[in-house]
């Protein structure tokens, strides 16, 4: 079983930057890939960041070149770090690790951008 656990959220004005961390019980290096998605209140929850074992990156339209991924091998963490926020981005930030045939989901972090 892994563990995800998410941290780094809270409350920061339109314009703020944030960086989420999420600290995994597994080798994050292992799996197939490890993401971040987020939840608006009454909307679909959404992939906002994607890394693969190899390292490729990939972003929707509405994060790409302010939100980057990355991941320290050695503390099995995978970190999104969010700049020029809107309030559009407010949500429930998860992480999820794809362990090839199981996925794994973190108990998500508050994130607010006030205007």
């Known amino acids: 079983q892994v563990q995800l656990v998410e941290s780094g959220g809270g409350l920061v004005q339109a314009g703020g930057s944030l960086r989420l961390s999420c600290a995994t019980s597994?080798?994050?290096?292992?799996?197939?890939?490890m993401a971040w998605y987020r939840q608006a209140r009454e909307k679909q929850r959404e992939l906002v960041a994607r890394?693969?074992?190899?390292?490729?990156?990939n972003y929707p339209d509405s994060v790409k070149g302010r939100f980057t991924i990355s991941r320290d091998n050695a503390k099995n963490t995978v970190y999104l770090q969010m700049n020029s926020l809107k309030p559009e981005d407010t949500a429930i930030y998860y992480c999820?690790?794809?362990?090839?045939?199981?996925?794994?989901w973190g108990q998500g972090t508050q994130v607010t951008v006030s205007s």
């Open positions: 999820n690790a794809d362990a090839w045939d199981q996925h794994y």
């Open positions: 597994g080798r994050v290096f292992s799996f197939n890939a």
């Open positions: 890394i693969t074992s190899i390292g490729s990156t």
